[in-house]
């Protein structure tokens, strides 16, 4: 069994900037594709950046492109999510989750296997 535990979240400026991490445990991370997807109050949960299980594919929602980065380390097991220029449109409730297929990278949440607690994103204007 993998688990999934994000940190990093908690109050920012509009143009500030954050590093969420999502450390795992159990088999297979560094065969996985990592994904973080988030969900703001009354909207749906949408993948906002994955990376494939060796690094070499990213992939990125639209409105994140240019601010946001993901990146891992698998000797750390860990998956990181470095948010800048940061917009109260940010505002949500990020989840870091595991795909056991590590590539290509697939952006359905229902193809995501494992889930973390989540992590309470707040950008104030």
């Known amino acids: 069994q993998v688990q999934l535990v994000e940190s990093g979240g908690g109050l920012v400026q509009a143009g500030g900037s954050l590093r969420l991490s999502c450390a795992a445990s159990g088999r297979g991370f560094s065969s996985f594709v990592m994904g973080w997807f988030r969900q703001a109050p009354g909207k749906d949960l949408d993948l906002v950046a994955a990376i494939s299980w060796s690094g070499a594919d990213r992939h990125y929602a639209d409105s994140v492109k240019g601010r946001f980065t993901i990146d891992r380390d698998n000797d750390k097991r860990t998956v990181y999510l470095q948010m800048n220029n940061l917009d109260p449109e940010d505002t949500a409730v990020y989840f870091c989750?595991?795909?056991?297929?590590?590539?290509?990278?697939?952006?359905?949440?229902?193809?995501?296997?494992?889930w973390g607690q989540g992590t309470q994103v707040t950008v104030s204007s």
């Open positions: 989750a595991a795909d056991r297929i590590g590539w290509p990278i697939r952006t359905s949440k229902n193809n995501y296997d494992y």
